[in-house]
């Protein structure tokens, strides 16, 4: 197993937005982010981090009733998918996730794990976890190049 990309680590709701900011001005089209953590580690702040770092203005919430919202107001269109009610995979292609995973834009995949084997291998893949050790706010994103990769 190779070493992962980069860890970062967040003292605070703050230091997670900035990260995601910092993640999301490096952005490139076509780049997917796959969003892995518990519920209440932050993934829904870190993508409103990330969207601001686009150039997004507008508010950033989790599409978990819609499955996906799209923000094209920034400089790069963002697909922001929350895949956390899908039963199966392949219910993704009934809304055209190709579509969107192979566009000009970005997409980030909160819950990625739940789809990770339709996912391009090209996927970046970003795990939050707490570590109440450290405190209540404390979060360690890790980026790696596969999924394996961000399992604990």
Do not use: N
């Amino acid at each position: 197993m190779s070493k992962a990309q980069r860890i970062y680590h967040s003292g605070s709701p703050e230091e997670t937005f900035r990260i995601g900011e910092e993640l999301g001005r490096g952005a490139r089209p076509g780049e997917i982010y796959a969003l892995c953590g518990d519920l209440g580690v932050g993934k829904t702040v870190f993508t409103k981090g990330f969207a601001a770092g686009l150039g997004i203005t507008r508010p950033v919430s989790s599409p978990t009733f819609t499955i996906l919202q799209i923000y094209e107001e920034g400089r790069l269109p963002l697909y922001h998918f929350d895949v956390y009610r899908i039963g199966d995979a392949e219910e993704m292609e009934e809304i055209g996730l190709d579509e969107y995973l192979f566009s000009d834009g970005v997409s980030l995949v909160e819950w990625a794990d739940r789809i990770g084997e339709i996912l391009p291998q090209e996927t970046l893949w970003l795990r939050i976890e707490k570590d109440l050790e450290k405190g209540l706010d404390y979060r360690r994103i890790e980026v790696s190049k596969s999924p394996a990769e961000s399992q604990t």
